[in-house]
């Protein structure tokens, strides 16, 4: 089954604990992004990356890190987390937009972080 | 910053009226414009989606409409049903790979 994983789908952690969230994609998608989702602001994106070794920020870094070493796996790190990192984390995946192609990204089931 | 703005927050209609959604950006480099739809729990999945070269699109039930002289596109769905109660997101794509999305809209359908 062509599917998004992110893991944990729930965390509750305290200030400063070092944190990863893992997202795994099996559909050979070469684009992954991270977003967060709050209350009244929708989705903003954290980070997206075009390929292995290609990453790039989106609207809201800072605070986190993300790494692509592999084509399939992005995970979203927290070196230090703070309370206003607490949301809702997605990862999405596509082939990209390019000519021909559809940019339907797939999301995973989300994250709920929670940072004490 | 809210790079793209959407309204209402949220709207109830009776089941086969058309909910429409509005939303309104300011930057012109913007080539792609999504709209996701979201239930509770789920992550979101494409709905629709419109390049501006297109005035209007529509699949099954669901319609984009898209000005670009006045930098706004809507989502109109037809005949709306209960099952259609969700949170519908629009987006702006720009350069294929970042994303900004709208704050979105409850949709709820009476029956």
């Known amino acids: 089954e062509a599917q998004v994983t992110q893991n944990p789908r729930y965390l509750i952690t305290v200030t400063g604990k070092k944190l990863t969230v893992t997202c795994s994609q099996n559909m050979n998608h070469e684009y992954m992004s991270w977003y967060r989702q709050d209350p009244g602001l929708g989705l903003r994106q954290i980070y997206y990356?075009?390929?292995?070794?290609?990453?790039d920020k989106g609207d809201v870094p800072e605070g986190y890190k993300v790494s692509r070493k592999e084509k399939r796996n992005f995970p979203l790190i927290l070196e230090s987390p703070s309370p206003n990192q607490t949301s809702l984390y997605f990862c999405a995946s596509s082939f990209g937009l390019w000519e021909g192609r559809n940019n339907e990204q797939f999301f995973g089931p989300g994250t709920r972080l929670t940072v004490l | 910053q809210q790079q793209v703005k959407q309204s209402p927050q949220s709207l109830i209609v009776q089941k086969g009226g058309i909910p429409i959604i509005n939303c309104a950006y300011e930057n012109t480099a913007f080539d792609y414009f999504p709209w996701y739809q979201q239930f509770p729990g789920k992550g979101p999945a494409l709905l629709i989606a419109?390049?501006?070269?297109?005035s209007e699109k529509k699949e099954g039930r669901f319609t984009i409409s898209f000005n670009k002289s006045a930098k706004q596109f809507s989502l109109h769905i037809m005949d709306s049903q209960p099952g259609d109660s969700a949170t519908y997101f629009c987006a702006a794509g720009l350069n294929d790979y970042k994303l900004s999305f709208g704050a979105g809209t409850t949709v709820t359908v009476r029956a």
């Open positions: 990356s075009m390929n292995v070794e290609v990453t």
């Open positions: 419109i390049r501006p070269d297109v």
